[in-house]
């Protein structure tokens, strides 16, 4: 991204390193609660009932929700790594420049809309 300002890129490194630090203590507040529920679990009695069904279902989304956090973390860190490295903005498959507009509506993109549309078309 070598061909554009500084300015913006400054903007997303500062939104990317916001985003970073708010997913890290929504991963450690997460890692608390699996902690506790783990206790609390030991105290249930074994016979299932409504309730624990119910705490089933929840778990079961906070952990979708944990993983989805942990890979958008990583995307976040590949991001600033990128920005290190000078290479951020650049599509890492066809080395194209990413438009701005795609970057501030997701700033850890690290494909141009053709290849990543290409990329999920195969997925």
């Given at each position: 991204m070598s061909t554009q300002k500084n300015t913006p890129i400054q903007a997303l490194r500062?939104?990317?390193q916001a985003r970073e630090q708010q997913l890290r203590r929504e991963l450690e507040a997460a890692?608390?609660?699996?902690?506790?529920?783990?206790?609390d679990a030991?105290?249930?009695p074994r016979e299932p009932d409504a309730n624990q069904?119910?705490?089933?279902?929840?778990?079961?989304?906070r952990h979708?929700?944990?993983?989805?956090?942990q890979?958008?973390?990583?995307?976040?860190?590949?991001?600033l790594q990128r920005i290190?490295?000078?290479?951020?903005?650049?599509?890492?498959?066809?080395?194209?420049?990413?438009?701005?507009?795609?970057?501030?509506?997701?700033?850890?993109?690290?494909r141009c809309i053709a290849c990543?549309?290409?990329?999920e078309a195969k997925a």
């Open positions: 500062e939104s990317l890692q608390i609660e699996q902690e506790q529920q783990a206790q030991e105290d249930l069904t119910h705490e089933v279902s929840d778990r079961e989304v979708a929700e944990l993983l989805r956090d890979q958008e973390l990583q995307a976040v860190r590949a991001a290190a490295e000078g290479s951020y903005g650049e599509c890492v498959n066809c080395g194209k420049a990413i438009a701005v507009e795609r970057l501030k509506a997701n700033p850890a993109a690290m990543q549309t290409l990329a």
